[in-house]
């Protein structure tokens, strides 16, 4: 799951999914102002949160269920 952070709806959305317990999300295209390195932190390790990287390594690495 790719989560653009361009609207501000959108960390209404990622708490939304996390409270959830949806894993796997990328961040992108920067992470948030909000997201500290400690709560980043939090995040990878419970969630699996990474940041958008290149358009085709993401695609691939979504297509095989990383």
């Keep these: 799951l ?3 952070h361009l609207e ?3 960390a209404a959305v990622l708490l939304t999914l996390l409270q959830m317990g949806v894993k796997n999300i990328r ?6 102002a909000y997201i500290t ?3 980043l932190d939090v995040l990878v390790q ?3 949160i990474m940041p958008t990287g290149d ?8 297509m095989e269920g990383m």
């Design 27 to 32: 961040l992108g295209p920067s992470l948030p």
């Design 2 to 4: 790719c989560l653009s």
């Design 8 to 10: 501000q709806k959108a």
């Design 55 to 62: 358009v085709q390594g993401d695609i691939q690495m979504m």
């Design 37 to 39: 390195p400690n709560v």
């Design 46 to 48: 419970n969630y699996n």
